[in-house]
């Protein structure tokens, strides 16, 4: 919050993008991420903001389609690019709430103002979603497409 309200002090017309410290922004992502914002608000989306389609390989949890554009369902933080607007409606970020939290809250705050989350087309981020811990059940090691599945492994106080 305290970088959000410099930056918006400095410049109110400023976007923000929210970045965690293990993200990497693949290449086109500002550009991608501001065309998704422009063609689904040119299209009737009520766009509160745009996240990456992919985060790594993974794709971002899809809630469906709006118009023609991919919604985003309970997206991280890390990567999302908000305009001024959804800002100065929805707020700043909840204080006293603790990491993934916080992400779920503005976007389920950002619905309550008939907002939603675009997925932009293409754009990546690249983000570690925990330690991959091989998926067993009784013992053995469990596949998906012939290669071995695993499972994001987390640390408890998350």
């Known amino acids: 919050n305290v970088g959000v309200a410099t930056a918006r002090t400095a410049d109110p017309a400023a976007w923000i993008m929210t970045l965690d410290q293990d993200s990497t922004l693949a290449p086109g992502f500002v550009s991608g991420s501001l065309a998704a914002f422009d063609a689904a608000l ?29 919604l985003a369902y309970d997206p991280i933080q890390s990567g999302m690019v908000l305009p001024p607007s959804t800002l100065a409606d929805c707020g700043p970020f909840r204080e006293d709430y603790f990491i993934d939290e916080v992400d779920s809250e503005y976007t389920l705050r950002m619905r309550s103002h008939g907002l939603r989350v675009v997925r932009a087309p293409g754009v990546r981020l690249e983000h570690e979603m925990g330690e991959p811990r091989p998926m067993r059940f009784l013992g053995r090691q469990l596949t998906f497409q012939g290669k071995p599945a695993h499972v994001p492994y987390e640390a408890p106080f998350r």
């Open 42 to 70: 040119a299209a009737g989306v009520p766009v509160g903001a745009v996240c990456p389609e992919k985060l790594g390989d993974v794709p971002t949890p899809d809630e469906g389609e709006r118009d023609g554009f991919s």
